[in-house]
């Protein structure tokens, strides 16, 4: 065999296993809808921070089965029916960013001036 037909067939059989790889992720997830015990097959197959935020959107969503819709809209910890991604990282992981509101951009932009400020009198030195 010459090295283009190994390559070729190294190329098709990755293809192939990533192909069987979507299938099982994409049957692991439907079968998680149905039943709970597939759910940890499902989580297997996906990467491990999103692994995490399914977990704890599933905590979330049991926890907020057992309140009625009138207290939960009441109450300060409820934000909708799923745990949205962005509060799940700023909240739970503790990575906040300079685009979290709207007060931490004008922060950026703060920054952003003072650093062309600075640059402008070191320059002039």
Same mark, same amino acid.
């Given at each position: 065999?010459?090295?283009?037909?190994?390559? &070729?067939?190294?190329?098709?059989? &990755?293809? &192939?296993?990533?192909?069987?790889?979507?299938?099982?992720?994409?049957?692991?997830?439907?079968?998680?809808?149905?039943?709970?015990?597939?759910?940890?097959?499902?989580?297997?197959?996906?990467?491990?921070?999103?692994?995490?935020?399914?977990?704890?959107?599933? &905590?979330?969503?049991?926890?907020?089965?057992?309140?009625?819709?009138?207290?939960?809209?009441?109450?300060?910890?409820?934000?909708?029916?799923?745990?949205?991604?962005?509060?799940?990282?700023?909240?739970?992981?503790?990575?906040?960013?300079?685009?979290?509101?709207?007060?931490?951009?004008?922060?950026?932009?703060?920054?952003?001036?003072?650093?062309?400020?600075?640059?402008?009198?070191?320059?002039?030195?």
């Amino acid at each position: 065999m010459s090295l283009e037909q190994i390559e &070729k067939s190294l190329n098709n059989s &990755k293809e &192939k296993l990533e192909g069987i790889n979507n299938d099982y992720t994409e049957l692991t997830k439907r079968l998680s809808l149905l039943d709970v015990r597939a759910k940890e097959y499902y989580y297997d197959t996906i990467d491990p921070l999103e692994r995490e935020y399914m977990m704890y959107n599933d &905590k979330y969503q049991f926890l907020i089965s057992k309140f009625s819709l009138a207290y939960l809209e009441m109450s300060e910890w409820y934000v909708g029916d799923y745990l949205p991604y962005n509060i799940f990282i700023r909240e739970i992981k503790g990575v906040n960013t300079y685009l979290d509101s709207k007060e931490d951009v004008k922060e950026l932009y703060r920054l952003f001036i003072c650093l062309f400020l600075f640059e402008l009198s070191v320059c002039k030195v």
